[in-house]
């Protein structure tokens, strides 16, 4: 009863963190593009300072490893908060790197956290399904930001959306301060982890990182600059999404239980590894949407990193090896978007998504590598 208690108030809390981030992700290209007019490699600058916490959250973890984990979530919670709220006032390059970094900061500790809060309440063979569960909560909370943003897109500012965005983590950072987790030694030690037995989950992090930020930077920019599609055309794209990602995060973890690691990571970077090509050689406004919303759903599979390194770790290396992977990850965040802005600006969008497929391809030999005791789970 009590693991069930605590786990809906995990619940409620993503649900309104990722209300914030997905008024935050509704609006954002627009506003970049259309009232700030933010270029190309302006906006790799900028992604590249919005994701500097989540190469540091390794370190920035250890050094706050003295506070109770409800305590640091609240925290992460209230810094959120802080960032989405700045965005009211913000008129140049220099506001945004500010509030980017601040927002970033609390979200790139929460996804420290929220995978080890997560696990705490799952069963030894469902852990992947507990994961898949919070993920669809996640998705029904920006499909929830996205309908109000495509609704009311027309009556609303930009800068009102980020005001109400402000407002909801400090609701939440309230919540997590309840949830019943107690912290245990062998589990949340206050070291970092960097052992050559992890060394292929954190490849495959860095991978990762590397491939999903040039979509992530560029994917809807490419729409907004590029072709100048208006923000109902944005949020409707990211409402499909969170639909199908409502469908699909729950079964998504299913399926790695079911079918293991290596197999769910191979199929989703053959499917990524065609969506980049695709995304390289249309010009199709309608196809471009469609790749976009395909590469979304995709990256519901990469639960199968967590669910990988819960399977290798030691109990004492969970957790900083999640701050560790998280910290990898974000090594190529950083420098992606630079990279991604450069090639836009100086040959077309079409290179940089070129240089993605490049990346998946290398993922797909390094996920090949993968070996685990495969124990199968009816579902």
Not at 4 to 29: E, K, P
Not at 80 to 97: D, P, W
Request: hydrophobic share 50%; net charge positive.
């Amino acid at each position: 009863m009590k693991r069930d208690y605590g786990f809906i108030i995990l619940a409620v809390s993503v649900f309104l963190l990722n209300l914030s981030m997905g008024l935050h992700t509704s609006v954002f290209n627009n506003f970049a593009a259309q009232e700030i007019r933010l270029r190309p490699d302006q906006l790799g600058i900028l992604e590249a300072f919005r994701e500097t916490p989540g190469l540091l959250i390794a370190f920035i973890s250890a050094l706050f490893s003295f506070m109770r984990r409800q305590y640091l979530a609240t925290l992460s919670f209230i810094l959120a908060g802080i960032g989405f709220g700045l965005y009211f006032r913000v008129t140049n390059l220099l506001g945004l790197i500010y509030a980017g970094f601040v927002w970033s900061l609390g979200i790139h500790l929460w996804m420290t956290l929220g995978p080890v809060f997560t696990l705490s309440f799952a069963e030894e063979q469902g852990k992947g399904r507990k994961l898949g569960q919070i993920n669809s909560i996640a998705a029904f909370s920006s499909l929830t930001a996205m309908s109000f943003v495509f609704l009311t897109g027309k009556f609303i500012s930009f800068r009102s959306y980020y005001l109400i965005a402000g407002i909801l983590p400090f609701i939440g950072a309230l919540l997590v301060l309840r949830i019943p987790y107690k912290p245990k030694k062998e589990i949340d030690p206050p070291t970092l982890v960097f052992r050559k037995e992890y060394m292929l989950y954190y490849i495959l992090n860095f991978l990762e990182g590397s491939r999903r930020q040039v979509f992530a930077t560029f994917a809807l920019f490419v729409l907004t600059k590029a072709y100048g599609v208006p923000i109902q055309h944005i949020s409707l794209l990211l409402i499909i999404n969170s639909i199908m990602n409502m469908i699909v995060a729950p079964r998504a973890g299913r399926l790695i239980d079911r079918f293991g690691e290596r197999t769910i990571l191979l199929f989703s970077y053959t499917g990524a590894l065609l969506i980049f090509i695709g995304y390289a050689i249309t010009r199709s406004i309608l196809i471009l949407s469609i790749l976009y919303c395909l590469d979304n759903i995709s990256i519901n599979f990469s639960l199968a990193l967590t669910t990988y390194i819960d399977k290798i770790s030691r109990p004492s290396d969970l957790s900083p090896n999640i701050s560790m992977g998280v910290t990898v990850n974000h090594i190529a965040a950083v420098t992606m978007p630079i990279v991604g802005g450069i090639l836009w600006e100086r040959f077309n969008y079409q290179t940089m998504f070129l240089l993605g497929a490049l990346i998946v391809l290398i993922s797909i030999t390094m996920a090949s590598k993968i070996r685990l005791e495969k124990k199968p789970i009816m579902i």
